[in-house]
T-cell receptor
Framework: DQQVKQNSPSLSVQEGRISILNCDYT??????FLWYKKYPAEGPTFLIS?????DKNEDGRFTVFLNKSAKHLSLHIVPSQPGDSAVYFC????????????FGGGTRLMVKP | EAGVAQSPRYKIIEKRQSVAFWCNPI?????LYWYQQILGQGPKLLIQ????????DSQLPKDRFSAERLKGVDSTLKIQPAKLEDSAVYLC?????????????FGPGTRLLVL
């Protein structure tokens, strides 16, 4: 039972344009969501997060939007840069789960110069 | 600040053999996690330690996998005997305290291939 899903395995975007990565979840108990970025041969690194009490969180070129009624979140990268090319994982957790994260399957983003 | 260290980086073994992975978390981090990432999937938590105690090991296949964190610092994850489906990247992560909302810092992982 996949509680966190990223339905697009890959996405290709032109440099300077917007990248939109999507994530859906099924567990209504999830109340904190994170995005991690992973380069080849490296471990995932934390990118941005959002609490369920918010619907938007912004950090520089990265913005995460949360739609609780649809159980959907998205990561927007504007403008996209070639260095953003990586695999992006969505993750979720609940308040009483300690720090246990449930990850989606990832989306490979390719930003073309 | 040094990151999470893992070794070896790559390991190839035959099925039914044993293998062990080592992790050194960020200094001072109380909580340590082991994840399994199968190709094309996201990381799946195997076990979580708080200091040297187990917080969650509900997804650890205990018939063949074992993990320990002696003295609350380094940790080893062992597979004995290995199966073909254990081929994956094994990621270690650590966080400062282990409470909710804490950032987890990941090591580079150990890529295991079981033939």
């Amino acid at each position: 039972d996949q509680q966190v899903k990223q339905n697009s395995p890959s996405l290709s975007v032109q440099e300077g344009r917007i990248s939109i990565l999507n994530c859906d979840y099924t567990n209504s108990m999830f109340d904190y969501f994170l995005w991690y970025k992973k380069y080849p041969a490296e471990g995932p690194t934390f990118l941005i997060s959002i609490s369920s009490i918010k619907d938007k969180n912004e950090d520089g070129r990265f913005t995460v939007f949360l739609n609780k009624s649809a159980k959907h979140l998205s990561l927007h990268i504007v403008p996209s840069q070639p260095g953003d090319s990586a695999v992006y994982f969505c993750a979720a957790t609940t308040n009483n789960a300690g720090n246990m994260l449930t990850f989606g399957g990832g989306t490979r983003l390719m930003v073309k110069p | 600040e040094a990151g999470v260290a893992q070794s070896p980086r790559y390991k190839i073994i035959e099925k039914r053999q044993s293998v062990a992975f080592w992790c050194n978390p960020i200094s001072g981090h109380a909580t340590l996690y082991w994840y399994q990432q199968i190709l094309g999937q996201g990381p799946k938590l195997l076990i979580q330690f708080q200091n040297n105690g187990v917080v969650d090991d509900s997804q650890l296949p205990k018939d063949r996998f074992s993990a320990e964190r002696l003295k609350g610092v380094d940790s080893t994850l062992k597979i004995q005997p290995a199966k073909l489906e254990d081929s994956a990247v094994y990621l270690c992560a650590s966080s400062r305290l282990g409470g909710g909302r804490e950032t987890q810092y990941f090591g580079p992982g150990t890529r295991l291939l079981v033939l």
